[in-house]
């Protein structure tokens, strides 16, 4: 029997599936004519290497998920599990060769159809004079011994995106992105299971598995796998995938032994339930740190799929320092970010505390000090997450917990606003929604609005010019310096405002001479992530 898809048709729901995701992400842009997804901002991409990789559709988020800055730039996808068209991999490395990059790289999972049309195209924009690399990924671990074919292609393959894209960010040439990539694509091993196959629409499921078998060491593809196991439990399941994994016999192992340092993903193949996953993450933290492996990075999610299988597969890469910056730049930036705003503030200590006292108590800068103390001493236990939601609520919990005040609630509730947008998006013009919500949250239960000479005024003016993200094309430090400017000014607006909120509120004395201590520090704030991020 035919499984039940929610498509408006068989023959174009690849097609479909992409225009979605174009029409839901302003920095995307479909090719006319191809089934090819591409950075809305290319130009931007001028005197760099471009990295386009693809393959079958039904992998989601994979490939066109993973386009973006410091990552792809732009996929060629085909029909579900079936390579796509020589003419459309052509047609992509033309459109980014035309938008002035230096070479392009493409990524290649080691399937037949997907080398040989990716190669075809490759050799014919190398007749145009167009310069053109080609790495193919080959992570399977499943097989102990090699085939002709190699090993095949899966989520590992998302990692070499990352790399890759770091690589490009920061301006290697192309050759030498090719060169490194292949190294770290030898230092990693995929390896999948799976409760039951996955259907192509307008197909039945590709093989059947009684209640009591788990298929190990399937692809992503619906194909079968190296063997059929007894279902058991979780950790038992997790720590067998492991042993296969780094089997010294398996001629697909990955070398992993006690005292390496790893990246691992858990990678959920598209019909997991989300318990389910969190157990397997359990596990797989559980079972290799019981074998002296250090955890560097940890990555759970769906990455790349196979419709809707309902198994998982784990990836592990060997890391070390150099490799996990390209891997975990974003957490490394956000820990600079967070060390100069926590410098910042223990500098301004007396300042703030001197502003504070025309106003009542004068302990605004020593607030803001216990602040920056527990985040200094928080970052001391590890790396932050490299997920700005998940880092916007543990800073939120952190300064509910440490910081005290009325600063400490109303930076709380901002925080865990800020996070919500972030969830499903990072992009410009999510943070500037991200900003939106903190705003909204600290007027809602703070009771203050613009003008009442509070933080509020700092922030309220950033927000105002920070809605220019929300435009195609606008660029990151540009408007956030010009929010900045704004909340600088802002700020030292606040001597002229008769206090409508807070404790300077009650003070007999209409106007106060100095400016708002709360409004200074969250311009302070703001100035020193402007700072981190110019450098």
Known sequence: MTSKKLVNSVAGCADDALAGLVACNPNLQLLQGHRVALRSDLDSLKGRVALLSGGGSGHEPAHAGFIGKGMLTGVIAGAVFTSPAVGSILAAIRAVAQAGTVGTLLIVKNYTGDRLNFGLAREQARAEGIPVEMVVIGDDSAFTVLKKAGRRGLCGTVL????????AEAGVGLEEIAKQVNVVAKAMGTLGVSL?????PGSKPTFELSADEVELGLGIHGEAGVRRIKMATADEIVKLMLDHMTNTTNASHVPVQPGSSVVMMVNNLGGLSFLELGIIADATVRSLEGRGVKIARALVGTFMSALEMPGISLTLLLVDEPLLKLIGSASKR???????VCSTLL?????????????????????HS????????WLKEGPPPASPAQLLSKLSVLLLEKMGGSSGALYGLFLTAAAQPLKAKTSLPAWSAAMDAGLEAMQ???????????????????????QA???????LLQVLTKAVKSAEAAAEATKN?????????YISSARLEQPDPGAVAAAAILRAILEVLQS
Do not use: F
Not at 196 to 200: D, K, P, T
Not at 347 to 367: F, I, K, M, V
Not at 497 to 505: D, L, P, W, Y
């Open 347 to 367: 500098g301004l200590e007396e300042h703030l505390n001197a502003l504070d006292r025309a106003a009542g108590d004068g302990d605004c800068g020593t607030t």
């Open 160 to 167: 070499i995106h990352k790399v890759a894209g770091a690589l």
């Open 469 to 475: 993200w929300k435009s195609p094309g606008a660029d």
């Open 196 to 200: 039951s196959s996955c259907s192509v």
């Open 370 to 377: 216990r602040a920056a103390r527990a985040i200094q001493e």
């Open 334 to 340: 956000m820990a600079l970010v967070l060390e100069r």
């Open 444 to 466: 809602k239960y703070g009771k203050a609005a613009p003008g009442d000479r509070t933080m509020l005024d700092s922030l309220w003016a950033a927000g105002q010019e920070l």
């Open 497 to 505: 405002m008769e206090a409508g909120a807070g404790r300077a509120s």
